[in-house]
């Protein structure tokens, strides 16, 4: 496994993540236990920052997508960094503000937004909100009326652009439920022409996720600032933002494609000031939404290891506490992951069968990482996994009545929870027991007498 951010090897042999050692850390927050390095997450939007700074001479925001991990611990971290934020649901906005962040640097994205949560956009006074359809624009036109609206709008459009990514990740393409065809978009600006409580500021897009070929940003780039000049000519006035979203690659396993950040902003960078030039437009504010490649990287996942199985011949299973419940990525979209035995780094890999780390959900669909090299393991040993710190905690659920994992974040030798791990009684909380299965007692006489 390649060490990644603050890793190391320490004295004893283990892993170590931010000055902590992961042995310790399982023993005091247990496990399947997330793991967030807070140096390398702060270095990574470092480079993010100066990539796009270097390329693009216009104003730039780094918008944190929040989808792929959010905590209001982590919120105020984000705050601190000076990066915006990108929420996608009413939950997300609630922690956002639960967090105290800044409602300016607030964009709100959804392709189904509620009353509610377009009442809690323009009543917190969020920054940016993104339309993304004809219907949700006719609503908040309605819930904005006569109100003092602070709230900026953005429309997201189709810019039906394909992409060599997992069917599931492609969002730009022409067939695809997110943003505004053409025709809607000139639709759009004729209902916001004739709602002045409302303003219309720049336009969106975003290509999809896990992308490694900078092409495309820059044809997105391109046909952005067209559109931009086009709308802002219908509009009546110019538009000064464009958001043209996330998307760039991370590398899972050594091995994989990983293409510099550089690549990626000076796709967009160049692209937008080309096109820009060309129509003797000023250039706008640049918004990019970087989640998966800020976040990824600097979140790793303990497992205990409860089991080994071996088929002779075939292959070895290392079982462990975790599962799909705490990372669906793998059943999803066939993602896989490198492993490392935490308290065994020193240890030579075991290479006589085809090893694979799986969890304790009931599907064979249940793996962690496939085809990874460990020594011989045994009950009680420890399995890191890294690269989890996007769409792990976000997207866990409590399949099986699982309790979901505790987030422990590090840094120079310390580590605080982020997130306690939930209970058993945080399981059943908001479960209910209709009165007429209470008052019915004991079980029917079918079923009482069953051997």
């Known amino acids: 496994m390649r060490l990644r951010g603050t890793m190391r090897v320490n004295e004893a042999g283990r892993l170590e993540i931010g000055g902590c050692d992961t042995v310790e850390l399982a023993e005091r927050f247990g496990t399947p236990l997330y793991i967030l390095d807070e140096a390398a997450f702060t270095a990574r939007v470092a480079e993010l ?3 796009f700074q270097a390329a693009y001479p216009g104003e730039v925001a780094l918008v944190y997508a929040g989808k792929a991990f959010l905590t209001v611990g982590f919120a105020r971290l984000l705050a601190s960094l000076g990066l915006w934020l990108d929420v996608a649901s009413g939950g997300e906005l609630y922690t956002a503000k639960a967090a105290g962040f800044p409602p300016e640097r607030l964009l709100v994205h959804g392709n189904n937004k509620s009353d509610e949560e377009l009442r809690m ?5 969020a920054g940016r909100l993104v339309v993304d359809n004809l219907p949700e624009l006719r609503r908040l036109i309605r819930l904005a009326q006569g109100k003092a609206v602070q709230t900026r709008l953005l429309l997201r459009i189709r810019p039906g652009i394909p992409v060599h990514t997992h069917n599931h990740m492609q969002t730009g393409q022409e067939d ?10 000139t639709q759009a600006v004729s209902l916001l022409r004739d709602a002045p409580h409302l303003r219309l500021v720049g336009l ?36 000064t933002e464009l958001d043209v979203g996330g998307g760039w690659a991370v590398a899972y396993r050594e091995g994989d494609r990983e293409p510099p950040i550089g690549l990626w ?106 085809n990874v090299a460990l020594p011989p393991l045994e009950p009680g040993d420890l399995v890191a996994v890294p690269v989890t710190g996007a769409y792990h905690y976000s997207m866990a659920s409590n399949y099986n009545r699982l309790p979901r994992p505790a987030v422990v974040v590090v840094h120079e030798g310390e580590a605080e929870l982020l997130v306690e791990r939930e209970s058993y009684a945080d399981l059943i909380r908001h479960d209910r027991i209709p009165a007429r299965w209470v008052q019915a007692g004991a079980l029917p006489e079918s079923v009482s007498r069953r051997p």
């Not at 490649?293 to 462990?320: E, F, H, Q, S």
């Open 49 to 51: 920052a100066a990539a």
């Open 121 to 125: 956009s323009l009543e917190g006074g």
């Open 176 to 185: 695809s439920k997110f943003g505004l065809g053409p025709d809607e978009i």
């Open 204 to 239: 969106h897009a975003h290509l999809g996720s896990q992308l490694h070929d900078p092409e495309p940003y820059r044809r997105l780039a391109e046909g952005m600032v067209a559109w931009l000049e086009r709308v802002g000519e219908l509009y009546g006035q110019p538009l």
């Open 265 to 370: 902003a000076e796709a967009v960078g160049t692209g937008v000031q080309e096109a820009a030039a060309a129509r003797e437009m000023p250039l706008p504010r640049l918004l990019v939404e970087p989640g998966r490649i800020a976040i990824a990287p600097a979140g790793t996942t303990l497992y205990r290891v409860g089991a080994v199985k071996t088929i002779p011949g075939v292959r070895r299973y290392v079982v462990t506490d975790g599962g799909l419940y705490e990372n669906v990525r793998a059943a999803l979209y066939g993602a896989n992951y490198e492993a490392a035995a935490a308290n065994k780094m020193t240890a030579p890999p075991d290479r006589s069968l085809p090893t694979r780390v799986v969890g304790k959900n009931c599907e064979s669909g249940d793996v962690i990482a496939d």
